[in-house]
Structures are given as structure tokens and as C-alpha cells.
């Protein structure tokens, strides 16, 4: 048997793993966990911990649920792929699936937890939120671990865990990581959860409900008012007619639900690995109220469920991190899925970051890529005539 490599194998006092990031991709080479995952783990396998089914928030690929399976957890996050990742890496370790519980961010847990590990997530908005819906599922005796990078760590974390939770006691650093051990104090009174939240967009008479890890939570980014300034308008005549359209990354679903506006006779998909993202945009399309409009909601990896040569017009704010990780790799995944999705003379617009040079990138995939907007920071591409 081939030894994997050293940045796929987790050694940990009592357990050993094969971990990968989902989906997996040969050209991948950031690890399935970091050392606040390893500095925590190696904390909890030495205690004697209850003997009972913690809840495990924000665990980006599986690598806290699979040292701690046998303790049956549940596993609390946003992220559509994080729960991919999970059951993938449980599988590729012989691990039983059946005794890790995935359970969405839309869906608060129940019940009372005698222990609770927790990563910071990189949106400090859904940390509050998460602390929020946590504290009913805490007994006086709970214990409660929040594990991080120290540079993710800002002071606000340790405000919010004494404002909501309770008193802390900090580990010292290792590897630039660190835990965070939480008492809950039952006396506290944190006050009333603010999310979701919601700000006014008056193009479309709608108050936009945003989930605390939507994108551009509070007000809408430049980057997407530049887009929504040059949508593709509705053809003039009933040929050649934009019938299928998917907001890919659809965040709050303002994009998708501008262009069903547009082009009244079109199918839209929305698509996001975001269950919060999913869940706002389907709130606010109904807020809509658009009548006689199919519409479909789907928590996804990008395109890939999609079969080819089905869209016109593929509309797109791809991130550029994963996570804490920043790179431009999803982008990419998004833009080759796009290729094979499109029909033929379908178009796939984006709207990036200049510095990002999406109009040479999206050249691998599209023999043409048109500048439609710009300004000092973003622009608005058109590529079309797909190569797949």
C-alpha cells in the first residue's frame, strides 16, 4: 500500500488518520485540518471525557468528528461541504458513518450537551449567532472547548464567549494555535439573537433577509451593485429567449432574483454550499412574490450535479476563500462547471476582484471573454462559447 502523504496523515495520541479536503483534487495542497484541530484533539483525547455525544461545530473537513467518533457527535455547520468532507473522510478511514449526526446550520441542535467543541468560524457574525442557539443546549456541568489559529482569534471572540457563555481560560499558544475553555454561567443574560438580518434594496421594493453567514450581510457590495447595474436584459422576441438560468453562489439570492424580474419567462436555479445562503435567498425570492416562476434551491458543490449544455445564462460572485483559506480554487471549479453546463451559445457572467485576472482565466474554458463593467476595484465579464 502506497503511504500517503505527510500533509494527509493526522497522528494523534490514540488515533491515526488519512484526512483529504473535499472534493478531492490532486492539485489540493492544503491539509483537511490545521494545529488548532490537532492542539484541541490532543487536550480532549486525554481527558476522560463524558461519556455522552458532544456537538462539534464548524468542523471544516471531518478531522474533530473522526478522532471523536466513537463518542457518536453531532456535527453543526453552514457548510454543505464540510458535511461532504466529513462522511468522505469517515468512509476513506473505515469509520462508521452512522455514528456522526450532520445537522445544518438552518436547524438549530436540541437537548442538553454535556460537551461542546467548537472551531472559530471566519464570519464573527455567525460565531455570535451559533453562541446564541447554543446556550439553551448548556447544563451548569457543560464543558465547552472554541480552538483557532490565533490570527483568527481576535479579541471579540473572547467578549462575545464571556458576554453569551461564560468565564474563560485560555491555553498557551502551540503552533500559532490555541483553545479557549468556556464555564457557562446560567446567570447570564446575553439578550435576544439578531439574525437573521435585513436591509432595504429599493430596485426591487424587497427588505433582504440575510442568514448571520450570508455574504454581504449587512448592505450590498460593490462588487454585486456593479453587476446588478449591467444585468443581461430579456431578448426582444420569443427566439433565442433566456429559459434557464442559475445564480451560481446565489448568497441572499438578489442576483437570481433580479434576473427572474428581467426575463420573465425563464427557469432559475439557485445554487450555494452555504445551507444559511440557501435558505435566504429562498425567503427572499418568496418575499418576491413572483407569480408562475419555477424556482429550485439547492444546497450544492457549485455545478456539478448539473447536467450539460442545460443553461443560457449562468450568473456568478465566486469567493475567493475557502473558509480562512484564501485562493481562487472554488472560482475555478466554478468556472469549468460552468463550460459544461452551458448550451452552446449560453453565457456565463462574472463579476471579481481586478487583481484576480478572471478575464485570462476564464480563457481556458471559453474561447471569448468580454469586459462589460468596470470601476477602480471590480469588473463584469461576459464569457462565452464554452470549449467543453
Keep these: 500500500m502506497t503511504k500517503q502523504p505527510l500533509d494527509r496523515h493526522l497522528s494523534l495520541s490514540s488515533t491515526e488518520l488519512d484526512l483529504w479536503r473535499f472534493p478531492y483534487s490532486s492539485q489540493d495542497q492544503l491539509r483537511a485540518w490545521d494545529a488548532a484541530d490537532e492542539l484541541v484533539l490532543d487536550h480532549l483525547l486525554a481527558l476522560s471525557a463524558p461519556n455522552a455525544s458532544p456537538l462539534i461545530v464548524n468542523d471544516g473537513f471531518g478531522a474533530l468528528c473522526a478522532a471523536l467518533q466513537a463518542y457518536q457527535p453531532i456535527s453543526w455547520s453552514d457548510s454543505w461541504l464540510a458535511h461532504q468532507g466529513l462522511q468522505a473522510n469517515l468512509q476513506n478511514n473505515h469509520l462508521p458513518v452512522e455514528h456522526v449526526t450532520c445537522l445544518p446550520s438552518t436547524t438549530s441542535p436540541t437537548g442538553k450537551f454535556p460537551w461542546v467543541v467548537m472551531k472559530v468560524p471566519k464570519n464573527l457574525a455567525l460565531f455570535e449567532d451559533q453562541l446564541l442557539r447554543i446556550r439553551p443546549c448548556l447544563a451548569p456541568d457543560s464543558r465547552i472547548w472554541v480552538a483557532g489559529m490565533t490570527k483568527t ?43 437573521p438580518t435585513a436591509w432595504h434594496f429599493d430596485p426591487l421594493g424587497l427588505d433582504m433577509i440575510n442568514h448571520a453567514n450570508v455574504f454581504s450581510r449587512e448592505r450590498l457590495d460593490i462588487g454585486t451593485r456593479l453587476l446588478l447595474q449591467h444585468m443581461p436584459k430579456a431578448c426582444d422576441t420569443a427566439t433565442n429567449c433566456v429559459k434557464d438560468i442559475i445564480d451560481l453562489g446565489c448568497g441572499n439570492g438578489i442576483v437570481g432574483i433580479l434576473a427572474a424580474q428581467q426575463h420573465p419567462g425563464a427557469r432559475l436555479r439557485f445554487i450555494d454550499e452555504s445551507y444559511m445562503a440557501i435558505a435566504s435567498a429562498r425567503a427572499n425570492f418568496e418575499q418576491r412574490s413572483l407569480p408562475k416562476r419555477t424556482a429550485h434551491f439547492i444546497v450544492a458543490n457549485g455545478l456539478y450535479d448539473c447536467g450539460a449544455q442545460q443553461a443560457d445564462l449562468i450568473l456568478c460572485n465566486p469567493p475567493f476563500h475557502a473558509g480562512h483559506a484564501v485562493g481562487d480554487a472554488s472560482a475555478m471549479a466554478m468556472f469549468g462547471e460552468a463550460a459544461r453546463v452551458l448550451k452552446v451559445e449560453g453565457e456565463l457572467w462574472v463579476v471579481g476582484n481586478r487583481h484576480l485576472d478572471y478575464h485570462i482565466k476564464l480563457k481556458r474554458w471559453f474561447k471569448r471573454v468580454e469586459l462589460v463593467a468596470s470601476n477602480s476595484k471590480f469588473v463584469v465579464l461576459k464569457a462565452t462559447s464554452p470549449t467543453l
Excluded: C
Excluded at 458576554?163 to 446575553?190: M, N, Q
Design 153 to 195: 482569534m481576535p479579541r471579540s471572540v473572547w467578549q462575545k464567549l464571556e458576554r453569551i457563555i461564560g468565564p474563560t481560560h485560555t491555553s498557551p499558544a502551540r503552533k500559532k494555535a490555541r483553545y479557549v475553555e468556556v464555564t457557562f454561567d446560567s446567570t447570564l443574560e446575553p439578550g435576544d439573537n439578531p439574525y
